[in-house]
């Protein structure tokens, strides 16, 4: 069965632009939490819909889990019960990943992300088993699993995807594989129930036409309106205007990519006037030279301040009939 089809006239689990945060850090180096609040917030004002917490983009890796439990409970109180939030809780260890989302689901959070293994490379067989333990472990949490082989050095494939969108509360996918192949099979073998979430906000348009519902972005946090504006014209059938956007769009998509995210995007933050900081080693600032192009890029889109919470006018993006 197709995905495509049903899940354009239904409104997907978690919405249609869903923003991977990134972790404000204060200049000492300890999370900025009342930052944290000020920026979800925000997001949910221009364009998101839902909120991931301590995923890549949060730097999960550099977190220790009570950090990451403080997080969680942090914007969930700032965003309120009408915004979904969901806990990247994932592990290469299953007990671990086990503990921290029953923890999530304890604190009130909406859904989990569940990162494929990292580091310890299981076959199929074992991703199967990974995934379906924490899914058992929390039967009324809504799971999306999180496809990133170029993190992990493991890809979950479409034959193992097919199998665990059977669990009732493995409802979703961020792929980020890059393989619009995989995408393609994907949706053609799961049910529409199970959406699929693009996880590059480059092929976030190119995933929406074989059947993805949305993104889990990391441009949104400056472009986050356009984003939403893009989903929501191609879901009407207006694919110009979506194509009009995703181009203008392009080159901020690859710029917050030159080097390691979420470097890239915490420059172009600092200088949109959010002090989110740098990144926690062993990631690093970035360099003077990207400095200078994001700040290129993002005068070139003709972006305001982030937090004066301004919307730049989309006619400027579309296409002229």
């Not at 409104?11 to 300890?30: C, D, I």
């Not at 995408?183 to 053609?188: A, D, G, K, N, P």
């Not at 995007?265 to 200078?292: D, I």
Request: charged letters at 15%.
């Amino acid at each position: 069965m197709t995905n495509s089809t049903s899940n354009a006239k239904r409104a997907p689990e978690f919405g249609r632009v869903l923003t991977a945060m990134v972790t404000p850090f204060l200049p000492s180096g300890e999370v900025n939490y009342a930052l944290a609040e000020k920026l979800a917030s925000h997001l949910v004002a221009h364009g998101t819909d839902a909120v991931v917490v301590c995923g890549t983009t949060g730097e999960s890796p550099s977190l220790t889990w009570e950090e990451e439990y403080a997080l969680y409970k942090a914007v969930k109180q700032a965003v309120g019960p009408s915004v979904k939030v969901l806990a990247g809780t994932g592990s290469n260890s299953t007990q671990e990943a086990i503990a921290a989302t029953q923890k999530a689901q304890k604190l009130g959070l909406d859904g989990s992300l569940q990162v494929v293994p990292y580091y310890n490379k299981p076959p199929q067989q074992g991703l199967y088993g990974h995934f379906e333990a924490i899914a058992q472990a929390v039967p009324d949490l809504p799971i999306m699993l999180y496809n990133i082989p170029g993190r992990t050095s493991c890809n979950l494939l479409p034959e193992t995807v097919i199998q665990l969108s059977k669990i009732p509360n493995v409802v979703a996918i961020k792929e980020a594989s890059g393989n619009l192949d995989q995408v393609s099979e994907i949706s053609r073998m799961t049910s529409a129930d199970f959406e699929i979430y693009s996880g590059d906000d480059s092929l976030t348009l190119p995933m929406l036409s074989v059947g993805a519902v949305g993104v889990v972005s990391v441009a949104s946090h400056l472009v986050g309106d356009w984003l939403q504006q893009m989903v929501q014209d191609f879901e009407a059938g207006q694919v110009s205007e979506a194509t009009a956007l995703h181009l203008k769009l392009f080159p901020l998509f690859k710029a917050l990519f030159t080097v390691t995210s979420p470097i890239p995007l915490k420059v172009a933050m600092t200088l949109q006037g959010w002090p989110v900081g740098n990144c926690r080693l062993p990631l690093c600032e970035g360099s003077l030279e990207l400095q200078e192009q994001l700040k290129a890029m993002l005068a070139q889109l003709d972006l305001p301040p982030v937090n004066q919470h301004s919307t730049p006018a989309l006619s400027s993006a579309r296409s002229e009939d």
